[in-house]
C-alpha cells in the first residue's frame, strides 16, 4: 500500500503537474503528501560560486548573493504554489486518525539530488514532474534519484491527463533496491 508521497521540487520548482499526479495516487489510499524544497547549504553555495565567479567576472560575494535570493524568490513562488493547490484540494496538516489526503510543506538544506534521495528513503513514492526542455532526465538529475532513491518513482506527464497510471515502466537494475522499488510499485 501506498501511504505517505513525496513531491520534491525538481531543481527547487514545485510543480502543480506533480502535485496534481501525487494527489491522484493518495485518494486511492488515503496517502498523504509531502512537498519538499530544498535550499543550498554553504558547500553547495561555495561549489557554485567558485565555478561561476572565474566565468562571469563578478564577485565571489555578488554571486553568492544573487543565488541566495533567487533561491529565496524560488521557495517563496513554489510554497505559494503549493498553498494555491492545498487550498484549491481542501488539503491540509498532518496525517490523524481522520481519512482523507493530507499534506505537508518541508524545506531542507544541502545538495538538490542528495537531500531529495535522501528524504526518499522515507517514502512510499516520489512523484516528479517532467523537466521543461530544454532540459532532459539527465540533466535534471532525475537518471540518479532514480537509480539510487530506491523508490518507486511516478513522471508527471507535461500536461494534465485524466488517468494519469495506466502505463508502467519499470527500469531495472538487478539490485535489491530496484526489487524493493518493483515490489512497493505493485499496488499501482
Not at 120 to 147: K, N, Q, W
Amino acid at each position: 500500500m501506498i501511504k505517505t508521497i513525496l513531491v520534491p521540487g525538481l531543481n527547487s520548482v514545485c510543480s502543480p503537474t506533480a502535485l496534481d499526479l501525487g494527489l491522484k495516487v493518495a485518494r486511492q489510499f488515503d496517502g498523504h503528501l509531502a512537498c519538499l524544497h530544498v535550499h543550498p547549504d554553504a558547500r553547495e553555495l561555495s561549489r557554485l560560486t567558485t565555478s561561476l565567479d572565474s566565468q562571469s567576472g563578478m564577485f565571489a560575494g555578488q554571486i553568492w548573493d544573487a543565488l541566495v535570493a533567487g533561491d529565496k524568490t524560488c521557495a517563496d513562488r513554489s510554497k505559494k504554489t503549493f498553498d494555491v493547490f492545498c487550498s484549491r484540494e481542501k488539503l491540509c496538516g498532518t496525517p490523524s486518525e481522520k481519512s482523507g489526503v493530507t499534506a505537508v510543506w518541508n524545506e531542507v538544506e544541502g545538495n538538490n539530488r542528495d537531500a531529495i534521495v535522501e528524504a526518499s528513503h522515507y517514502y512510499d513514492l516520489v512523484v516528479f514532474a517532467r523537466p521543461h526542455p530544454p532540459e532532459d532526465l539527465t540533466s535534471s538529475g532525475l537518471g540518479d534519484i532514480l537509480m539510487e532513491c530506491g523508490r518507486p518513482l511516478l513522471l508527471a506527464p507535461s500536461h494534465a491527463c485524466v488517468n494519469p497510471v495506466s502505463t508502467i515502466v519499470v527500469a531495472w537494475k538487478p539490485t535489491a533496491a530496484a526489487a524493493r522499488a518493483v515490489r512497493s510499485a505493485l499496488p499501482l
